[in-house]
């Protein structure tokens, strides 16, 4: 079982109003913990650290993308990313993180349009 | 009382050249250019229309702020569907890609990026009629990233 490849279950923070107007466009702001490694440094012996980086962060709203950001390893650790959503009615908006390996988190929030 | 007015003239005039240089437009190195080139061919790329807003000084490269945003009206008709963003004289000059749907509303982004070294800094984005915009800034650093070991 040590031998198997890291797994990170990544710890995410989402600020997102749980209700606005119709119309509104309101500033989404994620965070999530990860080190970026970005491939191109070295430790104290003078070897390479190998990239781990996320690879794609995802987000859809009433099942429509709003939003995606493909990470090159420029991105600074633990991803702060802010972007814009247009709130039309109340629904779903779904988060999704993917790391370099494949492995994805999703958090789901409901947004309440009045 | 003379000597301090042409003081003060001398200084409101070095305040006001100072204040000309941030308004003119980014000048790109012809390496900047062809990074860019690397990507769009030879479309024309519109130097307008883009907000990119990075600190002019950062002590560090590690963690630097970093804000774009494309004029867009954001409708199904007329949308931006990507903003790339380049640092040169990063080991991987491709910083991030960001994709839009019409229903974001506005195509902006804060984020927060590494800079291996001083450089400028391209924004480009494509409109979902294929047109292209783009828009530079310059920031200083003054203690790099990458390039410290790891202790």
Excluded at chain 2, 19 to 27: I, M
Aim: charged share 20%; with cysteine.
């Amino acid at each position: 079982m040590s031998e198997a490849p890291e797994s990170m279950t990544l710890k995410v923070r989402i600020s997102l109003p749980e209700s606005v107007a119709a119309n509104d466009i309101v500033e989404v702001k994620t965070l999530v913990s990860h080190p970026m490694e970005s491939g191109f440094r070295l430790n104290g012996m003078g070897e390479g650290i190998p990239r781990n980086i996320l690879s794609r962060f995802f987000v859809t709203y009433r099942g429509e993308m709003i939003f995606e950001t493909i990470f090159g390893p420029g991105v600074a650790a633990n991803p702060y990313i802010a972007f814009s959503l247009r709130a039309t009615e109340s629904g779903e908006v779904r988060f999704l993180w993917e790391q370099q390996n494949g492995e994805v988190t999703e958090v789901v929030r409901q947004l309440a349009v009045l | 009382m003379s000597g301090l007015n042409v003081k003060r003239r001398k200084l409101l005039l070095a305040g006001m050249s100072g204040w000309l240089l941030q308004c003119l437009p980014v000048r790109l190195s012809a390496a900047e250019n062809a990074l860019i080139r690397s990507f769009y061919g030879d479309q024309t790329i519109v130097p307008s229309g883009i907000t990119l807003k990075t600190p002019s000084l950062a002590e560090n490269g590690n963690s630097v702020s970093l804000e774009v945003e494309a004029e867009s009206p954001m409708t199904v008709m007329d949308y931006v569907t990507e903003i790339r963003l380049f640092a040169p004289q990063n080991p991987d000059p491709e910083l991030a890609l960001f994709r839009f749907g019409p229903g974001a509303g506005r195509a902006r982004v804060s984020t927060r990026v590494r800079f291996a070294n001083s450089q400028t800094i391209t924004a480009v984005a494509t409109m979902n009629d294929g047109r292209l915009h783009s828009g530079s800034s310059k920031t200083i650093i003054t203690l790099a990233a990458c390039v410290e070991p790891l202790l």
